[in-house]
């Protein structure tokens, strides 16, 4: 429980960061180095501060995850305008429960498979911060992408649950491109997350599957 309200109060932050972000730019170009293997990110103001968020390995993105699924994106990204979620335990005028709203795009998701969690349709929507085709905000899924998703259930700032509609865990570090079966690549560019990139999505997903077999184990001891 304790550590479910830190991953809330660190998505205000993001939410916080992103409102910022979109203001300031319209499109961000991306920098790849392919010879250093580095991976562009989300364009956000506040990613520095919550550099020390623990998701470093499969088993950290497992521990926050409600959903883990196989598919592929079918629809282009949608814009929408969300609210800020409520700080929990703080007064509706506290500093912190800015009344703006975000930009958000809003991408339908075609799931083959559920490897970890329960749903009951096979089409979802995935919710990512910052405008459509940009990287504003976190770098945004497209149609026609074959994806491993790892997925968290949301809610508005009431606190109700969205509908058939899921944020990744963490920025880029929920999802995996699986869309040429021989080559995995990783959105996020944090190296514990990374190590199946250029390889078959056959190992990622024997890794997924190891990780929730050991979550349970732990779950049943």
Request: a negative charge; proline letters at 4%.
């Amino acid at each position: 429980m304790f550590k479910k309200s830190i991953i809330g109060i660190i998505i205000v932050a993001v939410c916080i960061g992103g409102y910022y972000t979109y203001n300031r730019y319209d499109t961000w170009q991306q920098n790849y180095n392919t010879s250093t293997n580095e991976k562009p990110i989300g364009q956000n103001s506040l990613r520095e501060r919550i550099s020390s968020m623990p998701v470093s390995s499969f088993d950290d993105l497992l521990e926050y995850a409600d959903l883990v699924v196989e598919g592929e994106v079918v629809s282009d990204g949608v814009l929408a305008y969300d609210v800020f979620p409520k700080v929990v335990g703080t007064p509706d005028d506290h500093e912190l429960n800015i009344k703006d709203k975000v930009a958000v795009t809003l991408t339908q998701f075609k799931v083959s498979k559920v490897l970890y969690g329960e749903l009951e349709t096979d089409l979802i929507t995935v919710y990512q911060f910052g405008t459509p085709e940009t990287d504003v905000g976190e770098l945004k899924i497209k149609q026609g992408q074959k994806l491993i998703c790892f997925l968290r259930n949301g809610d508005d700032d009431e606190g109700n649950p969205f509908n058939n509609t899921y944020p990744s865990v963490a920025w880029e570090e929920g999802f995996y491109d699986i869309t040429n079966e021989k080559s995995t690549r990783a959105f996020s560019n944090v190296n514990g997350l990374c190590k199946f990139d250029n390889k078959p999505s056959s190992a990622l997903l024997k890794e997924i599957e190891n990780v929730v077999k050991r979550s349970e184990k732990l779950n049943r001891d």
